[in-house]
């Protein structure tokens, strides 16, 4: 099956300061969303992005699917920034099957 | 308004038991999913539902029987629980279609503890 990775798995930074979150993927997908786990555990989707590039405020994220990678950016990070995001692919469009990668857990300091 | 509810939030229980979790949602969506989070964080799939149609059973052992009434609800019926079936459980829905966002909105999560 289709393998997800992504790195750093955890990052420590300050508040203020930007940060990329990658994700690597072993085969050409037709899905791809960005998520973030809070820590009160809530799943909250950021991206659909299975290629190019959106921005939502202070979050942004670019696939570049003939590479197989996406990057998401976060900038000017705050301490409500804190918590584990996922990346997760789908190969075949709709087949319904979202395979995650193991997540990189972002620490924001104050 | 909550997009995808589930209940119980908690469920903690002996080993033996048997123990339902129940997800709605109210996007209109045709898929629902159920997914299990382990204790390392990592998501996998369990099931998916389109339609009431069971579309994929990703391997889980048939003490794991999820059930779909109508497209709105999908519940998971956990038989002879077992220490390994600690987890938070997750349900999702999406709108699956040519020409769609398969965009996935997950609910709350059940912290099952099995003791």
């Known amino acids: 099956g289709i393998q997800v990775e992504q790195s750093p798995p955890d990052l420590i930074l300050q508040e203020g300061a930007n940060s990329t979150l990658r994700c690597n993927f072993s085969?050409?997908?037709?899905?791809l969303q960005w998520f973030h786990q809070n820590p009160w555990g809530q799943l909250i989707n950021l991206f659909y992005i299975p290629s190019g590039t959106k921005q939502n405020g202070r979050l942004s994220a670019t696939t570049v699917a003939t590479e197989r990678y996406s990057l998401l950016y976060i900038s000017s990070s705050q301490t409500t920034d804190s918590g584990v995001y996922f990346c997760?692919?789908?190969?075949?469009?709709?087949?319904?099957?979202?395979?995650f990668g193991q997540g990189t857990r972002l620490t924001i300091n104050p | 308004d909550t997009a995808v509810s589930q209940t119980p939030k908690y469920l903690v229980t002996q080993m033996g038991n048997d123990k339902s979790i129940k997800c709605e949602q109210n996007?209109?969506?045709?898929?629902m999913y159920w997914y299990k989070q382990d204790s390392k964080k990592f998501l996998k799939i369990m099931f998916s539902?389109?339609?009431?149609?069971?579309?994929i059973n990703e391997t889980v052992p048939n003490r794991f029987s999820p059930k779909s009434p109508d497209k709105a609800h999908l519940n998971l019926h956990i038989n002879s629980l077992e220490l390994g079936d600690s987890a938070v459980y997750f349900c999702?829905?999406?709108?699956?279609?040519?020409?769609?966002?398969?965009?996935?909105?997950f609910g709350p999560g059940t912290r099952l503890t099995v003791l």
């Open positions: 085969d050409s997908v037709n899905n």
């Open positions: 997760a692919v789908e190969r075949d469009q709709g087949a319904q099957k979202l395979v």
């Open positions: 539902y389109n339609n009431k149609e069971l579309i």
């Open positions: 999702a829905s999406s709108q699956v279609g040519a020409g769609r966002q398969d965009t996935q909105y």
């Open positions: 996007l209109g969506h045709d898929t």
